[in-house]
């Protein structure tokens, strides 16, 4: 989430976790301007007095806004504390490197990478953490050859998916692309491909390039090489804009500390100083506003009387509730897949329930038209995926395999962190780079087999292994053919074995 003159008004600081699964402590860097300074001194009154609030919210009302708060507000809170780890807090084992430069890990992910939840372990990563304050950042991308996937992904401080360059979108030429924050009007010069605005000033891009195989590892190192970005003034040979003052960057909670502690809304004052107000939703943040919650609002947790605490606690507790109930009834039972979870802001219609899910069980997923991803939670009959003594077996029909213009993947993680899981033969996942390897059936069908012990060596080659605890799978399909999103093709069902 690579070098330039932006980038040296972020900083780098010095952070370090305190392992008390809360807040990190201080030391941290400073770099996002006079408006974090503001927060700073505004944090000193309750949520009660914020400015404009009117009359305070009861009890009552204020655990439903913070419900209501917390379903629109997890994903940029959650994303933020991944981001924080990736260009933030050096001492972070996470840590990539500064803000407004590329950073390659010419690698797939395994069970020690842990920030991002359900990793993709398919293709090689590249981040670049976008700070689009100053001006904007052109981003250019190598020719490759025709038959290699890649994708930039470009995601919003709210995890809309504005935009993608890549195979599909872009096609696999080189270019140049100039990606400016809100407000940018400014004068394109001659070589850019094309222009991607987002509607936050703070930006994520994810790229992915695709590895035919461990040999295959320095013509993708060769690729990523070629991936840059540098700000506009650079690109364009005239002058850059004055550095921007700097502030503290405030410490991310744990994943845990998310779920329950308020500070959370204190860091989503704080985001949504970088998200400029939508037109769709004025009238949510005037209902926000109410509880203290808004863009640079006041909301000093601690100096709260313990009702209005416990109030925005149980607020919480609701939201996570009714995730779960969705969750239950809506993923669980097939009726919504991965397909209706990500997307751009029209896509998505705030249907901010939809937008935590998918933030909660897989953040940073594509848009369907990228990848889809049916995904596994239950078997056939509707009983939760665990190891615990349980075999299971997905058999694909000949002719069957996932349709697709790329590739294709199965990877499971465990629960309940949604992380790749050790095992004794390191594999996380079964892919179409490994089809010719595959054991076929006796019609010449594929099936794999998800257990925790090895089902045999004649099996071994179909082999995914699962932990002896619960877990789900997600399968991935870059590129989808039309059947693979229109329900013609349908993902065969994980079924327990009764031997």
């Known amino acids: 989430m690579h070098g330039n003159t932006v980038s040296n008004a972020l900083g780098h600081g010095r952070f370090h976790q305190n392992g008390s699964g809360g807040r990190a402590s201080p030391g941290r860097p400073r770099w996002l301007g006079l408006v974090g300074l503001a927060l700073l001194a505004a944090c000193a009154r309750p949520a009660s007095d914020a400015p404009g609030s009117g009359v305070a919210p009861t009890n009552a009302e204020l655990r439903a806004i913070a419900r209501e ?36 890990v010419a690698r797939v992910f395994t069970p020690q990478d842990k920030a991002i939840q359900t990793p993709n372990s ?23 050859d025709p038959g290699r996937y890649y994708s930039l992904q470009f995601i919003d401080m709210y995890t809309h998916n504005f935009a993608y360059v890549g195979s599909r979108a872009t096609g696999n030429d080189a270019g140049h692309f100039l990606l400016a924050g809100p407000g940018w009007d400014g004068e394109v010069p001659e070589g850019i491909k094309s222009v991607i605005h987002s509607e936050t000033e703070l930006a994520f891009v994810l790229y992915r390039t695709q590895l035919f195989g461990e040999d295959d590892l320095d013509a993708v190192k060769r690729i990523q090489a070629g991936y840059q970005v540098q700000p506009l003034s ?36 704080f985001l949504l100083q970088h998200a400029p107000t939508h037109p769709s939703e004025t009238a949510l943040m005037e209902r926000f506003a109410r509880a203290g919650i808004g ?55 705030n249907d901010y329930l939809g937008r935590m899910a998918s933030a909660m069980l897989g953040i ?17 009959e509707g009983r939760p995926l665990d190891g615990t003594g349980n075999r299971y077996t997905v058999r694909f029909e000949p002719g069957s395999l996932p349709p697709v213009n790329s590739f294709w993947s199965l990877t499971l993680y465990g629960l309940p962190e949604s992380l790749l899981v050790d095992n004794p033969i390191d594999r996380y996942l079964v892919n179409s780079t490994m089809e010719q390897g595959l054991v076929r059936d006796a019609d010449g069908g594929i099936t794999l087999y998800i257990q925790n012990e090895s089902p045999g060596k ?10 002896a605890g619960p877990f789900f799978m997600v399968m991935r399909e870059y590129w989808p053919k039309p059947e693979a999103l229109d329900g013609s093709w349908q993902a065969p069902p994980a079924v327990r074995s009764a031997e």
Do not use: C
């Not at 933020?80 to 803000?99: C, L, M």
């Not at 601690?302 to 969750?327: C, H, I, T, V």
């Not at 940073?364 to 056939?380: H, I, L, M, R, T």
């Open 458 to 467: 004649e099996r071994e080659a179909n082999w995914l292994p699962a932990p």
């Open 364 to 380: 940073y997923g594509n848009s369907k038209e990228e990848a889809n991803y049916p995904a596994y939670f239950v078997d056939s």
């Open 295 to 349: 863009a640079g609002k006041p909301f000093d947790v601690a100096s709260m009387p313990a009702p209005q605490r416990q109030a925005l606690e149980a607020g919480m507790a609701d939201a996570l509730a009714e995730f779960a109930r969705f969750k239950a009834g809506e993923i669980d039972t097939g009726k919504r897949s991965s397909a209706d979870g990500f997307g751009t802001r029209e896509f998505l219609d």
């Open 122 to 144: 398919d293709t090689p990563y590249s981040f670049l953490g976008a700070d689009l304050r100053a001006e904007p950042l052109v981003l250019s991308v190598p020719a490759m």
């Open 234 to 269: 650079q690109f364009a040979g005239t002058a850059a804009p004055e550095p921007l003052q700097p502030v503290d960057f405030p410490a991310p909670l744990s994943p845990g500390a998310q779920k329950t502690s308020p500070e959370f809304f204190a860091l989503l004052n």
């Open 69 to 104: 708060a917390y379903i629109y507000g997890f994903p940029m809170v959650d994303s933020y504390r991944i981001q924080h780890s990736y260009f933030v807090d050096t001492a972070n084992p996470e840590y990539k490197g500064p803000w407004n430069q590329v950073h390659n």
